[in-house]
């Protein structure tokens, strides 16, 4: 097939790489937030009971911000 234009034909896989790539992200926000969870659970579970039991999240939500926040701050010390 030598007239057709080998650019223009779509690949079937073109935009899996894009798809995979954002698949993954995704997945590792999803694990690192809910490995921070747990975490705040073992070690701060009175703010854990606190906004289970209210249905307040925002207690729930600093203490996570705070945990990624200094984590965050720990692994940018070490470069």
């Not at 080998?6 to 992200?25: I, L, S, V």
């Not at 009175?46 to 249905?55: D, F, K, R």
């Not at 999240?57 to 600093?62: A, D, I, K, S």
């Amino acid at each position: 097939m030598a007239g057709i234009d080998q650019q223009t034909t779509p690949e079937p896989q073109r935009g899996m790489g894009r798809f995979t790539t954002a698949a993954a992200f995704i997945a590792a926000v999803a694990a690192i937030v809910a490995a921070a969870t747990i975490w705040l659970l073992v070690t701060d579970p009175v703010t854990m009971a606190v906004a289970i039991e209210s249905g307040e999240v925002t207690p729930l939500v600093r203490q996570l911000a705070d945990l990624l926040y200094e984590a965050l701050k720990g692994l940018l010390g070490y470069l």
